[in-house]
Every structure is written in structure tokens, then in C-alpha cells.
């Protein structure tokens, strides 16, 4: 019976204040009334769900713990469930996971412990249900769920209780509402034109995809590895001028940190003489001899802040362009340990003015 069962995908979600740091988990019993309350929320307005078997996990993600490849939250979630089916068989009933001393029965449910970066957080559910009764059901929530169900005071009013946590509003929405819902917060920020990369993951890893992206950023979802891979282009190897590279280096952080958000796997590809350096997550650019004296010049622009290193050692001149936030602090502290005499922090972005080539600054 187990194998024609067919799992829907839902959450609950909730607006909160800014600023709030509720509870991530709540225990068994307050997940047992407020699976209740939800459940009642979702038969007010789609009345089928009565012959489901709806399971909740009492556990409370941002939207981006949840929108990972395989979506490992429901795999978790349905992944208990199925231990139940397995002893007593299928038949409606309302299923509730919660936390025991704070944690949950499984690592996939556990949240993090972290305050919110956002103002929206949502508990997952599914409804099982028998596969010939599935598709119409599913209908059903996408038409209905979205415009009219709304989480009624008295899950809000336990989430507060329990949680700390003070709402805004409640939604039940499907989850292809909530990939719709991140496209046109993304839209709103003006980073919509990154969502592609990440929704074509979530909804069809399995097939390769180019994408063509602002400033001319290039990427490809590589299905057989599990990454996206993305050419990597130095200053000095950009067709533009500086503040072009500057955009195109903006759309590279934007899309690396929106797919680390994300938990999808990425590779930036240099073009040589540039070389990805593993130890300080950081490309390296060497371009030979100089006349320069060794020390070392961090290149800012007003746009983007930090750009790169250039370093000059022993006659020789590089520039380190750091890959992720954290890379910057490796390359600082490995910097710091060589001792070079001269060190130009300007705050400026120094070229050469015929070449239009980063250099170090004059000492």
C-alpha cells in the first residue's frame, strides 16, 4: 500500500517583526495542538485534506533552509512519516513531529540555532495521500491555498507562547507558492535576474542549463556533478573598463552567496594565467617581474568595496581576488605573516593608466 502513496508538499508560513529571535522548535505536545490548529486552518478551505494523512514537523526554517537541491527538509519529514506507515498503514490522521530538549528526531528537521536573517519563517508539512486521489488534491491547494488560507489566531497564538514567536500574519501556502513567492521578493530587491540559476536546481536538476546573467555573468548547472560552474575573469583580463568589472564582480558575489545560501555546490573556472588557490578559497593572477617595491596594495571600489590584493614579493607582482567573504580573512592573515615592509590601504583602485591594468601603489 506504502508504494501508492503520494507525498504533497506544504509549509506554514508566518511574517514576524523585525528584529525577532523566537524558538526554533517547540515539543511534542505544543507540536501535537498546533498540527491541530493547522490542520483545521487547511480543511476550512480546501475540505479534501480530510482523507490525508497531514504530518507536521514543529520545527521552524527561513525560506532558504528550505529551498535546497532535493529539498532535504521534506525528504527528512517523509522520511519518519514512512516509519509510521510502515507499522500502522495508511488512514487520515494528523502526524506531529517535535523536539525533545530542543531537538529533533532527525538531523534533516533540526533548524538553526541562529536568530533569523529575514522576517519570514515556515514549518514544513506533507499530505499523504493514496496516488489515484493526488492530483485532484493538488489542484486544489494550488488554486486555493495562496489567496485564502490564512493561519487562524489560535496557531499564532500558541506560536507565541511556545515559541516567543510574535506574528505578522500566517499563510498556508504549496510549496511551488513559496518558489514563486522568493522569485518576486528577489524581483522587488532587484536580484531577480539571479533566481533562474537557483530554481532551474530546485525544480530540474537533472538536466544541464546555461544561464546568461547580468553584467555578462555566464553560468552552468552541471547535473552529472552536482555544481554550477562559473568563469572567472580578472581585472586585468576584463574587455570593459573598471567600473564594468566592478558590476560583473557584484553579479559574481551576488550569485555565489544566493547559491550558498542555498546549499548548491559552485566552481569558479579561471582563464590562465589566473589559478584558483584552494587553501584561501582566493584566484591568483600573476603577472611577472616588477619594478615595484614588495609590499602590498588592497584595491577598493566605491561601488564594491574590496576587489583585490596586489602583491609585490621579491621582484614579482600578483593580484588575489577572494572568492567569498571568508576568503578575505584567510588572505589577510597569510599577508600579515610574510612581513612586508609597505602596506597601502587608500581606500582607491590603482591601475595603470595606459594599460588600465591593476598595479601596486606607488611607495
Known sequence: MNESMHHIRLLAGLEIEPGESP?????????????????????RVVPAVEQTMLVLSASLFEPFELMRPGFPVWQA???????????????????????????MPHAGLQPSEQSPQGQ????????????????ALEEALEAELFERASIDPPARAL??????????????????DLIALQHVQLDGAGLGGFWPVVEQILVDADHEHEHELPAGLRAHWDPSRKH????????????????DYALWLRAFRTL??????????WRARPDPPVVFDPDNASMIDSTGPTNHA???????????????????????MMHIYPLRPESANRVMRDLAARGLRHFDATQQLHTDPETGRLRSAET
Open 23 to 43: 524558538g526554533r522548535t517547540l515539543d511534542r505536545h505544543e507540536a501535537e495542538r498546533l498540527a491541530g490548529h493547522l490542520a483545521e486552518d487547511l480543511h
Open 77 to 103: 519529514l517523509e522520511e519518519l512519516a514512512e516509519s509510521t506507515l510502515r507499522e500502522r498503514g495508511f488512514e487520515p490522521r494528523v502526524l506531529a513531529i517535535g523536539a525533545h530538549r530542543s531537538k
Open 120 to 135: 519570514f519563517l515556515a514549518l514544513p508539512v506533507t499530505l499523504i495521500c493514496p496516488e489515484d486521489e493526488a492530483e
Open 159 to 176: 506560536l507565541s507562547e511556545s515559541a516567543g514567536l510574535e506574528t505578522v500574519h500566517g499563510q498556508l501556502l504549496t510549496l511551488a
Open 228 to 243: 554550477v560552474d562559473i568563469p572567472f575573469i580578472s581585472l586585468d583580463q576584463f574587455p570593459g573598463n573598471n567600473d
Open 256 to 265: 555565489t552567496t544566493l547559491l550558498d545560501s542555498h546549499a548548491i555546490d
Open 294 to 316: 614588495d609590499g602590498i596594495t588592497v584595491h577598493h571600489h566605491p561601488d564594491i568595496g574590496l576587489l583585490a590584493w596586489t602583491v609585490v614579493e621579491d621582484g614579482r
